[in-house]
């Protein structure tokens, strides 16, 4: 039957960077049950404090009063008639500032110092001071603004959503006075409301008379400035836009006229220019226009073209020029020529008459329409000017009965005295204080003294960095944890390194050492632990036993001596030569565990190894040897790494089955990593609650650097009683005892299993 913890993982894994601690119920509860002396007693003086604070505190009364304020006050007027002075709003943007707006105004100082005035709060000790009824206070007076500071802070206004009541309230310690005080400070603030409507509407109503006896003397002299342009410009009483529409047509008419004339003249000229083109010589070529026009130019042609035919035929007969025929034919050619040639002189010189006259018609025609023209600029520069003194007088008009109309709604407003500000439930008396609420307050000083206790508990369980379980263990390291050694003294009375040194070196003294505690109460819960340990280390490599073993540690003082006497011890029991070395050459102990001298050691043989054979190396224990580590080096890491210490571990190896070495500590010096490369296997030795996770992870990655074989790690000085999780079953090692219960079997069944 196997005593041993569950045979670890065999292969190391590399150290997790994951978080620390996952957030967990369970993690919670171990927090909570790990300081609940902590967390009780800040819940309790919390819970405590908070209950006689408020049984202390002055009882608090609150009077409230309920309005209703009205953004549309009542139109007596009628709808369609604006008030000068508009008491609400339209739109919900311009309801919900004008909301705010009376907030603010029900908690200006304005109010609250005629509330003051009113009532006299600024002679009122107990109200200054906040007694309750019956109570006097020191006699001194108080200045209106200072008595409406204290007024306004105990003053609050909570509009009631999705509606337009608003409850202003008043706290004070006397109930009669605070009803007192709210009720007068809501008449306050309807009344000068209301005040505020009619002083404005009075001064608007001033300022618009004033304004209507300016607009009046203004209107009548536009008027007659206008009446003066007409009179002085003959401007008739006709629109000007219907003169001007008179000289358009006028003009129109005269623009037609004109062209018309024009197009005439370019005819008649067009006739002329074809009538000099004919030739006299021979006026044949007669434009059809003139022979349509003309019956004497037809007929003169005529006769012209049947002379020359006759002519012709006389000439075609044989008969010469100087026949009698021929030349009378010629004579009448002649004759026909000059008379055409005549009338055609007298068609143009009648034309040209026409021309004469036409043009004298368009010139005159032209002077019409310029003077047309004329006048219609003047008129436009007339216009320009009489519209500007139109709109004078219009506009001066329109602001005349604007200003007429609104004065005389702001004398029917000034008459009129509507308030949109209601009263819906009058100020009463308080029966019971609001504050203070002695089981609320105790119930928050519970709740509060459990969330600093938890947080104190939290804070101080986060601010402990050490190494407290196997599982920051293995988190922390990554390499396979090989057993855990209780606590072998569990007295409170100093704590760290130095006092277990003092501890220490009183049980030496009384020759008691720790490390010896194996052998001497084997049956003790160390043993078992030491026992289960010696198993683990053996099971983790069957087929090739760590012959050579390293046990150090991440720093000083976390019991990696006592691991490797225990160890030691374990394995000698199960009937093994085993050999103790303390390679310790800065600080060695071993030599003082067991009483032995160190004038030969470790750096005695280094210089000749036929030293080994002269030195008692015997212990107590049987089958355990001890090479103490002599005389101390000057420079351990040197010896440690030369080819004479190598040649040493040969011939011990040779000499004993187990070769265990005791170390520095790894970080603060390189003679661990030195010592691992030499070794078979290194067993990293972490005392719980002391060793920083930080230190664990720096031993760590110097073993990585040099590549040592780690075989696991030992979790040293394991307290049962803080002992937390599903470890805590292995932790009764502490209470193992000669002749008491013990769930592991028996050391005999252990050395069998091993």
Known sequence: MNNSLPPPSLAPRAPARTAESGFSPMSVWRTVRKHWVLVT????????????????????????????????????????????????????????????TQFQIIRSRRVAAETVRVLGLNHDAGFMQNLPAGKAGRVADATVERAADVLRARLSVDPEKSTRIVVVSIEDADPARAARIVKTLIDVYTQENLDDVLTSAGNAGEWLRTQLEKLK?????????????????????????????????????????????????????????????????????????????STVLTSLRGDYLTAKETASTLAAMGKGAEHPEYKAAAARIESTRAALVAEIGNVKGALEGDLRAARAQAAGLSGLFEHAKSQALDLNLLEIEYNRLARSKNNTERLYSLVLERSKESDLTGMMRFNNIRVVDAPVVPRAPIRPNVPASVAVGLLLGLGLGLGAAFGRESLDRTVKSPDDLEREVGFPLLGLLPEIDGSTVGYGARARRRREAKRIAAGEPVELTVFREPTSGLAEAARALRTNIIFMSPDKPQRRLLVTSAGPAEGKTTVACCIAIAMAQAGQRVLLVDCDLRRPRLHRVFSRNNELGVTSVLLDLKTLDQMNLETPVPNLSLLPSGPIAPSPAE??????????????????????????????VTDAAILSKRVDGTVLVVRAFDTRRELARRAVRALQDVDANVVGTVLNALNPGRATGGYQQYYYYHYYGKGGYSSQPSAAASDAAS
Not at 224 to 240: E, G, R, W
Not at 264 to 292: F, H, Q, W, Y
């Open 639 to 668: 010896l440690l790494h030369s080819d004479r210490f190598g040649q040493l571990l040969a011939e011990l190896e040779s000499r004993y089955d187990r070769v265990i070495i005791d170390s520095p500590p790894v970080v603060p």
């Open 217 to 293: 003397i203004e209107l009548e002299s536009n008027e007659m400035a206008l009446h003066d342009y007409k009179k002085n410009k003959n401007i008739l009483s006709v629109s000007i836009d219907d003169q001007s529409n008179m000289l358009r047509g006028e003009m129109t008419l005269l623009n037609n006229d004109l062209t018309a004339v024009r197009t005439k003249i370019e005819g008649i000229a067009a006739r002329v220019a074809e009538l000099n083109k004919i030739d006299p010589s021979d006026p044949v070529n007669l434009p059809a226009t003139e022979l349509l026009t």
């Open 41 to 100: 007693a800040i819940a309790l003086s919390v819970t405590l404090g908070a209950g006689f604070y408020a049984i202390g505190q002055v009882k608090i009364y609150k009077a409230s009063v309920s309005i209703q304020i009205d953004p549309n006050p009542p139109r007596p007027l009628g709808t369609e008639v604006q008030n000068v002075v508009d008491m609400g709003a339209g739109t919900y943007w311009s309801n919900k500032e004008y909301y705010q």
